[in-house]
């Protein structure tokens, strides 16, 4: 579709999140980044020197020359903001960017829960951007988060079930990936052969969040889906992807056919001609009987598509199966991109 | 308590878990290796050579000069058997050592769901011992057998709320480690870095191995306990120990406290004083909020306690925690050895 | 350049190179697979069911539906083949093709210290190609011959310092990742967390392999480099790429700068308007202080460029650096594919 | 022997030296632990709330009670200390303490290369510590210090070359274990399936530091030796065991058995009647084709054994070989508790 080209600012570039987002638009046919923020400590230097670069391909050349800011409104030149901030500091500054008027299309965890700012999958719960409109920071400014690194896979993996049969109790074993803690984040000597049976709030996330996304939005607020999860995450030595070992009883008894059918048959309502970065596959149901695995199906569908395998008959529930999801890409920065292109296509964002 | 010195043979003696036995009857107060059995390639030769050594110990000097015979019972001089052999190989050359009067002691999966066959974990139900005396090889020998390496955690840890609450439900999923797999096992190309979300036969064995262990021996059988238990087992890069997230439904509400005082308080029926290689704790209930941690834990106890923590109200069942067990101890090698202990405390082997 | 198509069998084509180069050549502008060899218990299936696909992208299409062949000449229909075959049926297969008239490039050992077999780098020593006119095995058939995995890195990191200075000694300590013994190759148990200070044969590849390719063609023979090379292998835990800390002498004595303007300024006679898999950089100098990485650099190039850093004075010779290459695609099918592209621009192949 | 009891005190004792220094000292015959400091923010507390204890061997219970203190000589009530502080503030509170009056046993780096501090190895230079008659703290407080983790096995494996046949040259590289950069150090990130070809001051330490451990003690000063040492340091994914592969060129030609016997046949002027902490091997030359490995070797002589493996001739040098030390014990707290047992027995500690 055609689209005007979007000045992008970026808070928290020097992050890892941040750093995702600049490898994510390096090309983007929509947006442009023009702005970087981060702490004061790299305020006033160009990106390439206040950027400890993560990743094996260069930095965009476009990127690196950029002087860093720090987080005011008032140093970002561009149309609307992602932010890849830490949570301690998100809070007000998100704030402060939505009062001076930015759209603030948010990573971060603060906001996520509260009742007028969506939290948004686009493939999944597209309607909820409508939750905008009842945000008021005195100016044309709005929150739009997007979830949890481990909760994506999981919704993402609901929602034809939730459609087609109902789901009431959902019980989820997360594998979650090192990078999911961030940089430096996990001490090699804690993460080398061992797996650390606790991650610090995200069993909460996994009770709250898909209740949120999944719910129904009437009269202009969300219902919450009633169902209830239960989740222990454990973080394991694998650099991306979270695996989620779920189990699922639905309102009515429901068999491997079934959920292979529904998982199978899912068509995502959009499509990359509708947005960029929205994957071929929205799901894709793997046959092999040792899939998926991080290591080799954490890319699929350049990190956006969710696999799942080993659909079985669970004695306890209804079904059970594994969902993996690429933490960094769809759970968080590619993400949050895709929450920023369908706000753009909505119309909620002005070039 | 005073007891005959035992001769000992060891069949797949070259193997990860005859290697185990080997290490773990080192400096045994009751056992004494006498004889080891390995295939044809390796027969003849000084364990020294036939051995792949696999451990930064050092081999037993007394070992290491013993010559491997094959697994013929006419071959090996001792008062009963340890078998650490494969399954492809273990139920023709464990019937064949049974025939011919040998108490065998074994490690593989092949005659654990017999009816006649004791599955025991001597904390957990001694009393099937008993068992035994059902078996007719036409001699005096008999099979007796321990649990899958992953089944022993999960039901060390059922055992005190089986007996305060009764469950009805388990669902489990294990994080299990590479030495699980044996050697050379797992391809290093597939673990490193990875999750692997199958093992062949595995998720059927937590199925129906804690029914029989847990179960009622009643008339000289055992009624089954009544409980379903759904697992998903994946292999996870750690070398020793594994960890299994556990959901669980009681016959009757039950919260965190209730649970937490069961396993606390649970005293098994044995000590180190009966047997000795009971571990000073059987089961240890670790407080700290990230424990427990295969790397840091699994040794607790000299591999025979099994470690467990994160005891949580679960919205879905009852409670849910975590449980860690040494899978080549605990759960293969130490195992067999402690039932060993049981059989010569109980007068079932004659030096 | 225009160039003819040329058809491209495969011998090994289910092993971990000949997957390799299946995926180099998907797209390749000059030559197509229609030909895949292996062993009798492939020969006769489709390749998606006779292969065990390791990489986590998908298998080409094309290739998926060709039937295997055993490698018999007389089964394959091409142009000529590569040989992914492990050495230990290499040198007969290889003759009997070479003999029935194939050109075959060779990823093998066997034949490569052979006088009249080139061990060819196309940007270091395209000339030692006319070896193959020394060749007779009674037809138009020879073999070319690529070298080990950790000979390469280190003769193109030497190339440049050859030609402005001459280097008499090189003392190189390899730190080789896991990939370059195949698969399933190293157990994980003994990979994991470890360094096994010992690959069988690779020292002795390292110290005559250099010495032939930066040999000189003289009167259609090569003299080899006056150079003596002392090398200590180590395989560890890294999936890709092979890391040399080098330490070299020269002719005359040369400073860190000397070496850095030598290697920076050194441009290949060959560039991708050649060949088409002939990288922007053969080598890549890097500035910073801890760099190259195998995480983070394997893949510059698309894995074909060499990256060098950490150029230092070396107190017992003169300089000292460490070089990093990409084991499987520089160092195996990679190499092996530039090679053929070099013979068929010049004109040793037919299509 | 016979020996006073010793109260020790432990700077740093927080840190990752710091527990490994309570973990030797928990049954040792002569020392026992009576003062414990550490920073601002844990001096109050127990040592049990203090400390984030990172082994899996439960904390000693008669130090989990002390309280910790802030690093003032006034506070601490002891004979001697020991530091495990790091080089960012040892030198100030070091030489606080030896103003004081304290003996400092020290494994920091910031006296290593002062001219009147000992640098020392009891097995290698025992002699050096007369050094500290030197010292003129205005008290009778003196330092002595313990080797960089990776000089220590060089040096080691080098003693009994420079007494056979004199060294002149020393090529080594370092395969580095993360322990080494202490805790959270390096970051999982970084270090998973990964090497880092860079550790920061190791190289230049491994120059110097040799020269002054192997250097003679003339009039009351160290004559450095005469020889040139030229180091790579690696950071490789290990827990424990730094790697060294060594090529050495000695004053005369040596070739692989006279390096072998030399090797084989030193005997330590020290044994475990002298000190408690030395080894039955000082060194231990192992035949296995591929040993010394970190994994499997590292707790030779419980940490304090320097393994060496796979001598070669080499075409550059003489000889090459590897050699692993454990970096935390020999390397470290180990290495500095030998130190303080010396200096126990031989009349500079005062209980």
Redesign the interface.
């Known amino acids: 579709m055609s689209m005007p080209s979007f000045n992008v600012g970026i808070l928290g570039a020097t992050g890892a999140v941040g750093q995702t987002f600049i490898r994510l638009l390096e090309d983007h046919p929509w947006f442009t980044v023009t702005a970087l923020a981060a702490s004061e400590r790299s305020a006033g230097k160009p990106y390439r020197e206040a950027a400890n670069w993560?990743?094996?391909k260069r930095m965009p050349d476009a990127v690196a020359e950029l002087e860093v800011t720090t987080t005011e409104p008032s140093e970002m030149d561009c149309d609307f903001v992602f932010s890849g901030l830490s949570s301690s500091v998100a809070g007000d500054v998100e704030k402060a960017f939505a009062e001076a008027g930015f759209p603030v299309i948010s990573n971060a965890k603060n906001y996520r829960m509260q009742e007028d700012v969506p939290l948004l999958i686009p493939e999944v719960n597209a309607d909820h951007a409508r939750l905008v409109e009842n945000q008021d920071w005195g100016s044309d400014g709005f929150i739009v988060t997007n979830p949890n690194c481990s909760t994506v896979g999981l919704v993402c993996a609901l929602r034809p079930l939730v459609d087609a049969f109902g789901v009431e109790?959902?019980?989820v074993?997360m594998?979650q990936a090192?990078?999911g803690a961030g940089?430096?984040?996990?001490?090699?000597?804690?993460?080398?052969?061992?797996?650390?049976?606790?991650i610090g709030g995200e069993?909460d996330k996994l009770?709250t969040e898909p209740r949120k996304i999944l719910g129904q939005l009437e009269n202009g607020e969300i219902r919450p889906a009633d169902m209830?999860?239960?989740a222990?995450c454990?973080r394991?030595?694998?650099?991306q992807g979270h695996?989620a070992?779920i189990?699922v009883?639905c309102t009515e008894p429901v068999n491997v056919t079934d959920v292979t059918d529904a998982l199978e048959s899912y068509r995502s309502p959009l499509t990359s001609e509708d947005l960029p970065s929205v994957p071929d596959a929205f799901l894709r149901v793997m046959d092999e009987?040792?899939?998926?695995?991080?290591?080799?199906?954490?890319?699929?569908g350049n990190g956006m598509t969710v696999s799942i395998?080993?659909i079985?008959e669970?004695?306890?529930?209804h079904v059970?199966f594994?969902a993996l999801s690429h933490n960094t890409i769809r759970g968080a920065a590619g993400g949050a991109v895709l929450n920023a292109e369908l706000l753009a296509r909505d119309g909620y964002l002005s070039a």
Chains 1, 2, 3, 4 share one sequence.
């Open positions: 993560l990743s094996g109790k959902v019980q074993t594998l090192l990078s940089y430096p984040g996990v001490s090699s000597l804690d993460a080398l052969g061992n797996v650390i049976p606790y069993e009770a209830v999860v239960s222990q454990n394991v030595p694998v650099r695996l070992c189990s009883a009987v040792d899939a998926p695995q991080p290591l080799r199906h954490v890319k699929n395998g080993r079985q669970c004695p306890v529930n059970k594994v």
